[in-house]
């Protein structure tokens, strides 16, 4: 069946890598919304592909026009990076929740299908060896740590479109990334990749020549995805086979990839020394020691462990993922390197 796909902010990491597959793998339409279009410059001329350059809070005209001709909406503008969230609270308040909020309404008034991003970082410091969506509590900091800004707004998000599909039958689908990663997760490249996450930070770091810094020790875990994992979740989801993601809340991660922060560095370090291009900055590169007080400021706290329970995408998506660690560190490190 030829479907309408709604994407705002299409030109992110997820967005793109979206895009791309709907477009190589499906008959289905996209009509793409966002502030950039760098990331999509190989389907801009797709007759399948329509992309404007806007704002979501802005194109309001655009919105009233395509929400309710949609089949699904992916509504993925979102500020998704700590340092953000200690630096201006506020503006991941208004983008990721006051804006959001706003295109979920949209949805509720046209009973159009959201394809929702929530996050791993709605379990925040739960102490459970793995995150379960229907029984792992979640556990905050105390206000002054405002790093769970993102944390309590894509919980309450979570919340009302749960509130909205049971009382108001709106159709909806939760996913919750784990830390995926891949090409196009930041711009290593660019002056403020520094600010970026764990992985395109150390990267750009390296390609500069500058020392990697482990945050409070680097013991803290995280379980990397890799991102086509990730779209071959989305894809399932989308597809919605016998109502199988209908009203229903999923981890997309991949518990296998469990790993420090330390071993990430150690190991995207000696990966990097096999780009020919990049030895001699690799070579220069020392793995340091930081504060989380100095590096994100008096408003940070971290997670110790985020391990992803995958049992109910697998019985109802059929999905697994497949992609090992070593691999993705090495296509996430070709695209960037070589
Ligand atoms: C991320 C972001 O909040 C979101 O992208 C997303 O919702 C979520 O995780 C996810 O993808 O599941 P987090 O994993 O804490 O949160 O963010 P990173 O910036 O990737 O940091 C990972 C770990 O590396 C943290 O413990 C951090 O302290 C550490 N780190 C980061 C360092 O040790 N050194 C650095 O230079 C940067």
Redesign the pocket.
Known sequence: MTRNIVILGCNGFIGSHLAQRIIETTDWHIQALDIANHNLTSLLDHERFHFTLGDITKSHEWLDRHIPLADVVLPLAAI???LVYVQDPIRVFELDFEANLDIVKRCLKHNTRIVFPS???VYGMATDSEFDEQNTHFVLGPIHKERWI?SCSKQMLDRIIYAYGKHHQLPYTLFR????IGPRLDNVFEKNANQS???S??LSQIVRGEN?????G?Q?R?CFTYIDDGIDALMKIIENNNGCADQEIFNIGNPNNDFS?AELAENILSLAKHYPKYLDKAEQVKITHTS?AQ?YGAGYQ??SA?VPAVHNAQQKLGWTPKVDMQSALQQTLDYYLQ
């Open positions: 998704a990076n700590p996050t791993s970082e993102y990334p784990f830390n995926w996450r764990v992985v930070k150390f990697i810094e482990l945050v409070d680097g803290q995280r922060i989380a590096h971290d997670v985020r």
